[in-house]
């Protein structure tokens, strides 16, 4: 990954050391790099010499687990969202400082009419900001995982310092438009167009989502006409067939030729 913006900035001087020193050392050294994310690819270009061209390859996503169709999570907290008609928005991932849960805890403060499902496990305790409004889901993976994805209106993901989260694209499988900041959207720019996009990092981050969130309600089929864009864009780019056709093609390219047998008996 590239630079993180973190707080601390002993933290922040130690990992741009360690990538410019170990981590050109790896990526100049090898004879093929693959990002995932152009964005981080580019910072990476700025002080590595490649041997070969760098390739950029998304991850790759299991559309038969991660899909519209299926199971839908049903927990107390989601059955009475759903008969009182609250939007749902989720959140996947660590509960960690750069995954954005300050600015999370703010919006689910602001917004206490919509019900906030946090999936993930963390040094940080969203449970603990006593918020009526929140519900901590722990433990989730796979189908499990996807069932929260499908019942959710909108991924909501004001992270920094990531390359292209999973769970963007697994959300998206299942049908579930993502709302992320713009260097998440710069980790693909083809799905920039399906994905609500805002500033993160500034001291109004909060207001900026909260403003745009507000904004949703008065256009209460954009989501829901989302669905199938994105769904259809996952599995074109990002199923596990198309992913590990384009690794079995560089491979395949790496692969020293055998020299014909030009041998007679």
């Given at each position: 990954?590239?630079?993180?913006?973190?707080?601390?900035?002993?933290?922040?001087?130690?990992?741009?050391?360690?990538?410019?020193?170990?981590?050109?050392?790896?990526?100049?050294?090898?004879?093929q790099v693959v990002f995932i994310s152009p964005a981080v690819c580019d910072e990476f270009a700025r002080f590595c010499r490649f041997r070969s061209p760098p390739a950029y390859i998304p991850n790759g996503v299991d559309t038969s687990?991660?899909?519209?169709?299926?199971?839908?999570?049903?927990?107390?907290?989601?059955?009475?969202?759903?008969?009182?008609?609250?939007?749902?928005?989720?959140?996947?991932?660590?509960?960690?400082?750069?995954k954005g849960l300050r600015v999370l805890r703010e919006?689910?403060?602001?917004?206490?009419?919509?019900?906030?499902?946090?999936?993930?496990?963390?040094?940080?305790?969203?449970?603990?900001w006593g918020l009526?409004?929140?519900?901590?889901?722990?433990?989730?993976?796979?189908?499990a995982l996807a069932s929260y994805y499908r019942r959710a209106d909108l991924l909501v993901l004001p992270s920094i310092g990531e390359g292209f989260p999973l769970v963007v694209q697994e959300a998206m499988a299942c049908g579930t438009p993502a709302m992320v900041g713009e260097e998440t959207a710069a980790g693909c720019p083809a799905a920039?167009?399906?994905?609500?996009?805002?500033?993160?990092?500034?001291?109004?981050?909060?207001?900026?989502?909260?403003?745009?969130?507000?904004?949703?309600?008065?256009?209460?089929?954009?989501?829901?006409?989302?669905g199938a864009a994105v769904a259809s864009f996952s599995i074109k780019h990002w199923s596990w067939n198309v992913t590990a056709a384009e690794y079995?093609?560089?491979?395949?390219?790496?692969?020293?030729?055998a020299a014909p047998d030009t041998s007679t008996e």
């Open positions: 990954i590239g630079t993180i913006p973190y707080r601390s900035r002993l933290l922040r001087s130690v990992h741009a050391l360690t990538n410019r020193t170990l981590g050109r050392l790896v990526l100049s050294t090898a004879r687990v991660y899909c519209p169709l299926g199971p839908v999570a049903n927990d107390p907290a989601l059955a009475d969202a759903r008969y009182s008609k609250r939007r749902v928005f989720l959140f996947v991932g660590r509960f960690v400082e750069k919006l689910a403060a602001t917004l206490p009419d919509d019900l906030w499902v946090l999936a993930g496990h963390g040094p940080l305790d969203p449970a603990q009526p409004n929140v519900w901590v889901v722990r433990g989730q993976v796979g189908s920039r167009h399906l994905m609500l996009v805002e500033k993160v990092g500034s001291t109004d981050t909060a207001s900026r989502w909260m403003k745009r969130l507000s904004e949703l309600r008065t256009r209460p089929d954009h989501l829901a006409g989302l079995a093609d560089l491979l395949a390219a790496l692969v020293p030729r």
